[in-house]
Each structure stands twice: as C-alpha cells, then as structure tokens.
C-alpha cells in the first residue's frame, strides 16, 4: 500500500526536480491502493514540489459551451479526474480563468504562471500557462496515462499553426470570478478529427529522442516529459509531417529505407516527408538505370545495399 514518504520516495527516484515546474495529467485508481486515499497522493505531490511549482490542469471543455457559457472560478467542477478536482479546492491553489483549459498552481509564482489565461481565444495559446511550461522547462508528468492525454501536445499543434484544429468563428462564453463579476472570453474551440486520441504514435519517439522516460509510481505506469525537448521532437515532426496525427495508425519506417538514406531508424522518423520522398528517388533512379522497373520496392532496396 502506497504511503506518502513511498510516493514521495518514487517521485525523487524518478529524477523529478523539485524546485522546478511539475504539471501532472493523472488516474488516481492507476496507482493502486493508497492509505488515505487521493488525499495522500496530493500531500505527497505538493510536499514534494513545496519548492517548487506544481500544476494539474483543471479543464471544463466538456461542460463549458455555447449551452452552458459560465465558467465559475471557484465551482464549476472540472472533466479530467478527482485529483484535479480535489487540488483546485485546496488552500493556496490558484486556478487560471480560462473558461475551457483552466490550470490549477500550487507553490512559486503560482499567481504569476496562471495570470491572464483568459486574454487569449484559444485553449493553449503560448502566452497562456501551456506555453509557460516550456518556457520554464517544466517536467510534464503522466501518471497512468498515455500520451493522449497530455494536452501540451495540443499546445505545440496551436504554436506550429496546424490548420484545422480549430474552430474559425468564436463562441461567447463568461469566466465569472469568486465575487460574481463576469469577464467575457471570446473562444475558439478544438474542432474536428479527435487528435489527441493519435498522440500515442510519438510514444517511441519521444522516447528515443530522449524527450521522454518511463517509470512507475505505485502500481502506475508513469510518462516523464521534458516538456523543452518534447516541443522540439513534436514541432519538427509537424512541419516535416502537419498530417502526422490526423490517422490513428502506427509509425513504422522500415529499416531498410532509413539506412538507405543514410541516416538512424529515429532521424527518419522524425523527418519522415523529406525522407521518405528521397529514398523513392533513389529507388526509382535505380530502376531506371538498370530497366527494371517491374522489380518492387523491397527488391530494389536490397539491390542497392548489395552495391
């Protein structure tokens, strides 16, 4: 049974930095049997960042629409589990004023890093508390949970100006802060393909590329992200790739075309347009010099290895 010196324990094993910036997409029954239940778990979170900056996002986007345009501050309750919804109400926690992707902040500069969300029309502009996390290389930790879950996924989508991500037109919706007054956040919303549902297919990526760890945290399966080097593995797949999550299929280079072009199994993965447009081209100018052009593709490439 996990206590909160054995979860703290795990998170310093883990090689989290606690006086950096911690943002925690989390499943509570994921981590198995807890004494004193969630509870414990946001002691230990927040003992363990006291010098630091901890960060669970607090999202309403499923509740909070054009039908239903009031995002109360202090009581709409969010959508994404009960350790946010359990954070946000505790002493000290500061929670932003975005009507749809609201975070709630505990410990340093949190009124700092949650100010002025609501400024920006869409969910994770780069001013707002998404891009805050890159700029101060926060750790992005995925307790019991994939990458489909990691919304600064969508954050790097916004900033590398993906189109059809959102919504052209704004809806009117109303932030409405602890003493009633209302402030009016014109939004655009996420709109189309679910993509967060294809960011798993970075998983080995990220990995690879060292933007990414795996561990455990009780009995949870835990992602460790650098949130710094994941934008920069993300950003250059996209403007290689800007399809890269609009299908649900796996990422798979065979070996063989990355050695053809000269460069590693990852390098090819994450420039997989350029690439893979030059190992056609080599493929085809080989056909062409010796006619054989009824040979296919793997046959080809095994013709140019042997040479």
């Not at 000269?262 to 085809?284: C, D, F, P």
Request: proline residues 4%; aromatic residues 6%.
């Amino acid at each position: 049974m996990q206590t909160v010196k054995s979860l703290m324990k795990k998170l310093e094993q883990l090689g989290i930095d606690k006086q950096g910036t911690l943002l925690i997409h989390s499943s509570m029954k994921s981590l198995g049997e807890v004494e004193g239940g969630a509870d414990t778990v946001l002691d230990a979170f927040s003992d363990y960042m006291k010098d630091g900056l901890l960060v669970l996002p607090t999202h309403t986007w499923s509740t909070i629409n054009a039908d239903n345009p009031l995002f109360h501050v202090g009581n709409s309750t969010c959508c994404v589990g009960i350790l946010p919804e359990l954070f946000r109400k505790r002493p000290g926690v500061v929670r932003s004023w975005h009507p749809t992707h609201s975070v709630a902040a505990l410990g340093r500069d949190a009124e700092a890093f949650t100010k002025d969300d609501h400024l920006y029309d869409t969910p994770c502009a780069r001013g707002s508390a998404w891009g805050k996390l890159l700029d101060r290389k926060a750790t992005i930790l995925l307790v019991g949970v994939d990458l489909k879950r990691n919304t600064f996924i969508h954050g790097v989508e916004e900033w590398v100006d993906i189109p059809g991500r959102m919504t052209d037109e704004h809806e009117m919706l109303y932030t409405v802060l602890p003493d009633g007054s209302q402030i009016s956040v014109p939004s655009r919303r996420h709109c189309g393909l679910p993509w967060s549902e294809h960011f798993w297919k970075v998983d080995e990526v990220l990995v690879r590329e060292g933007a990414m760890r795996k561990g455990k945290l009780g009995d949870a399966v835990v992602r460790v992200c650098d949130a710094a080097k994941t934008a920069e593995v993300i950003t250059e797949m996209l403007k290689e790739n800007p399809d890269l999550f609009s299908d649900n299929e796996p990422l798979h280079i065979p070996n063989c075309e990355a050695e053809l072009v000269g460069v590693s199994h990852e390098a090819y993965l994450r420039n997989e347009a350029r690439y893979k447009l030059q190992s056609e081209l080599l493929v085809a100018e080989k056909q062409v010099a010796d006619g054989e052009r009824l040979l296919n593709h793997e046959q080809v490439i095994a013709k140019i290895r042997e040479e």
